[in-house]
């Protein structure tokens, strides 16, 4: 089963709105990770978190990181046409291994 | 900034082939990975290199194998290719602090026909 879960599915904002989204996992994790997907091409990483941080800001992003409800958000401050995307989040438990969740698709309109 | 280059964005096989997928990365990463992306699932690991000649199977590495015999270069490898392995391809690499992100090519899109 996939470790981190992004909520919701599909978000479509205006131009200048606020987008946040969430991503739960099951387990306890060392970090955890925001992506970016434009259609078509590779992640691109845009904030780690470890387990021990509670918030962490860059730019027009913030990512919040509550290790008792298993759960982050990722919020983007006045977004823009350019942030229509794929959020991903992804959780690092020890090891190796680095599991993805699903994907947030964000849509703004001009 | 990291770069990591796959060698073919699309790329159109048929059944039964053998097929080669190549990516290199220039930042001296010790870690490297082979994911397959398909819609709904999220990036499902196929399988990871931590050193030259070294690898680890990920969560669904059968019909699939790997080569690392070069600390820059990991190669995907579909011995006998199907169609149910058509899927968007990515590789990875990232240091050895595991508290790094991953740095991503641009992904390569396989048909299999």
């Known amino acids: 089963s996939q470790q981190g879960e992004e909520d919701p599915q599909a978000l479509s904002i205006q131009e200048g709105e606020n987008a946040t989204m969430n991503c739960s996992y099951k387990?306890?994790?060392?970090?955890l990770q925001w992506y970016r997907q434009n259609s078509g091409r590779g992640l691109v990483h845009l904030i780690l978190?470890?387990?021990?941080?509670r918030e962490k800001h860059s730019g027009r992003l913030r990512v919040t990181l509550d290790t008792s409800k298993k759960s982050s958000s990722l919020l983007i401050t006045a977004s823009r046409a350019a942030d229509t995307a794929s959020y991903f989040c992804?959780?690092?438990?020890?090891?190796?291994?680095?599991?993805f969740g699903a994907g947030t698709r964000l849509f703004v309109k001009a | 900034d990291v770069k990591v280059t796959q060698s073919s964005r699309y790329l159109v096989k048929r059944t039964g082939e053998k097929v080669f997928l190549e990516c290199v990365q220039d930042?001296?990463?010790?870690?490297m990975f082979w994911y397959r992306q398909d819609p709904g699932l999220g990036l499902r690991l196929i399988y990871f290199?931590?050193?030259?000649?070294?690898?680890e199977k990920g969560d669904i590495p059968e019909g699939y194998s790997v080569s690392r015999e070069k600390k820059e270069r990991f190669s995907l490898i579909l011995e006998s290719a199907s169609t149910n392995q058509t899927s968007m391809y990515l590789c990875?690499?990232?240091?050895?602090?595991?508290?790094?992100?991953?740095?991503f090519g641009d992904g390569t899109r396989l048909s299999i026909l």
């Open positions: 992804a959780t690092r438990a020890g090891g190796f291994k680095t599991i």
């Open positions: 387990t306890s994790i060392n970090n």
């Open positions: 978190i470890r387990s021990n941080e």
């Open positions: 930042m001296d990463h010790e870690n």
């Open positions: 290199s931590y050193d030259v000649k070294m690898k």
């Open positions: 990875a690499s990232r240091g050895f602090d595991g508290n790094q992100p991953q740095h």
